[in-house]
């Protein structure tokens, strides 16, 4: 057992859990530390790596606002490029020496006697922490749910997070499983060197132009040298995204109506043939699934060397893909651009909270959040679940968003921890949310969402098969900002050590 008590053990070095780091550093914190599976940091943007991969919102607003400007090259980041900007991060921080890489937790298990979170890894060290911080993210966990057949096909296959570029595509027929965020960055890219692509399509997507390009070197120059002229520029970004909140409500609005129609155009100027584009046109309401911004997958599908299949997949077979009209559409290669389990949130980890004898138990309440999770996750402003003291999930159940950049989420979250750092720190005891607290913020917010156009009819990886939203906010980032800013201790009974 490692014998420092540090303050807060952090779960993940990707964006939310380093962003975590480096807020705490800023609070005067060094006392973390920050327990990483992988041997790399960087989360989503370490794991995809497909060819194509890059950020579909723009770099200075997918970035802190609290940090130095990265050099950005282009409006939207390549994957490289911004992974290149995480490790650097990681260096210019002083971050380097509060990450352990190589350390998966299994479990983390609160200690009622001493007021504390014992967090054990997979080489079964254990670490003591009072405060622990979950950040795995929403989109790690690869899906492959009703892909029957898998393991018989005797071509090479892979998901998109987990690209094998080790394998040479050129000449090869390629299968595409999927057609969202991921598959349209890399169907353009394999479409290039493949023999010959087919593209798996379940459910067209709505689609607007990305209006991608290189900045100019006076531009980048201005960027560094006048912070004032970034922030405009994230700032800018920042507010027409907030716009476009009205895309996300289900009733119909101006703002849906216009996005509807710049898709539709979009469509119409890159596919000429009115068979495809029917094929390819939603028939559920924009901001149901996630609207997809790309430039380049409509006029690959165009192309002489790919085609669009709409058949449902029946299963895979050793030579390639049977669909359920009857045929064997055979293959060299099968990318699964399935998606990810995201209705979980919790992977392999066991999280163990207060004792149920030491509060009244309730629905929802239990000694492990899988239990207390059973009917579906659920966390108070997505970070804190009644049970389970001093913990705090970044990028938590119902904090993902169909409009605006994720990373300004995590700056809320980021003030929210520190507060409620500062606070159980100044109280001598750790802060557990009082369960009546998560059920009405849970019934209040299921009661927006119903309004939101996530509740369309469309299935999405945004909410369970029966409907409940499990992962998305209901409002805009200015909602969450202004639900986050302070804390409120009357939400939360004082935990003593000892109990
Ligand atoms: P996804 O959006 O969940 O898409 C999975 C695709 O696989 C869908 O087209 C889905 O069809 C299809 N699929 C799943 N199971 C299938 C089956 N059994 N048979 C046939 N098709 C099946 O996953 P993703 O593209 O990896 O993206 C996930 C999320 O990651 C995105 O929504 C986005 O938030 C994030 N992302 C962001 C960026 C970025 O630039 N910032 C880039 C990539 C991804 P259905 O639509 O019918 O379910």
Redesign the pocket.
């Known amino acids: 057992m490692d014998t420092e008590v540090y303050e807060v053990a952090i779960l993940g070095a990707g964006l939310a859990g380093l962003g975590m780091g480096m807020r705490l550093k800023m609070a005067g914190e060094e006392s973390f530390v920050i327990l990483e599976k992988e041997d790399r940091v960087g989360g989503t943007w370490r794991d995809?790596s497909y060819p194509g991969?890059?950020?579909?919102?723009q770099s200075h607003l997918y970035w802190f606002s609290f940090d130095e400007q990265p050099d950005w090259s282009r409006v939207f980041a390549m994957q490289p490029e911004i992974q290149a900007n995480i490790e650097r991060l990681v260096a210019r921080q002083g971050l380097n020496h509060h990450i352990r890489l190589n350390a998966e937790i299994t479990e983390a298990v609160w200690s009622e006697d001493a007021a504390l979170w014992v967090i054990t890894t997979l080489s079964g060290e254990q670490i003591r922490a009072r405060a622990f911080v979950a950040a795995w993210g929403q989109?790690n966990r690869p899906?492959?749910?009703?892909?029957e057949g898998r393991e018989h096909f005797d071509g090479d296959s892979w998901h998109?997070?987990r690209w094998r570029h080790d394998v040479d595509l050129r000449g090869k027929r390629v299968a595409s499983?999927?057609?969202?965020?991921?598959?349209v960055?890399f169907i353009p890219e394999v479409a290039e060197v493949a023999g010959h692509l087919t593209v798996?399509?379940?459910?067209p997507?709505y689609c607007v132009p990305r209006l991608d390009r290189p900045y100019t070197e006076e531009e980048r120059r201005m960027f560094l040298d006048d912070p004032a002229t970034l922030r405009e520029s994230r700032d800018g970004f920042y507010w027409e995204h907030e716009g476009w909140i009205g895309a996300m409500k289900l009733q119909d609005n101006p703002v849906a109506q216009e996005f509807t129609r710049i898709a539709r155009e979009h469509l119409e100027s890159q596919v000429p043939d009115p068979e495809l584009r029917e094929k390819l046109w939603p028939k559920y309401p924009i901001g149901c699934?996630?609207l997809l911004?790309a430039d380049t997958f409509y006029p690959a599908l165009m192309r002489d060397n790919v085609d669009l299949v709409t058949e449902?997949?029946e299963r895979i077979e050793p030579q390639g893909v049977r669909t359920d009209d009857g045929r064997l559409h055979e293959m060299d290669v099968i990318v699964y651009?399935?998606?990810?389990e995201t209705l979980s949130f919790l992977g392999h980890v066991d999280i163990v909270g207060r004792s149920p004898k030491s509060w009244p138990p309730r629905r929802g309440d239990g000694v492990s959040l899988r239990d207390a999770w059973r009917e579906g996750p659920e966390a108070y402003l997505g970070m804190t679940v009644s049970g389970f003291p001093n913990m705090f999930i970044l990028y938590g159940p119902n904090t993902?968003l169909g409009h605006n950049s994720i990373i300004a989420m995590l700056e809320c979250q980021f003030d929210y921890v520190v507060k409620a750092l500062e606070a159980s720190k100044a109280e001598r005891a750790a802060l557990d949310l009082r369960p009546e607290v998560l059920e009405h913020f849970n019934a209040e917010l299921q009661d927006e969402l119903r309004g939101t156009s996530f509740a369309g009819a469309c299935?999405?990886?945004y909410k369970t098969p029966d409907g409940r939203i499990t992962n998305n906010w209901s409002g805009s980032v200015e909602d969450y900002r202004k639900r986050t800013a302070e804390l409120d201790l009357d939400a939360y009974e004082l935990v003593p050590a000892g109990g």
């Open positions: 995809n991969a890059s950020c579909d919102v989109l899906s492959f749910k009703g892909i998109s997070a499983i999927g057609n969202g965020a991921s598959a960055q798996f399509q379940r459910t997507n699934k996630r911004i449902r997949i651009a399935t998606g990810f993902n299935n999405s990886w």
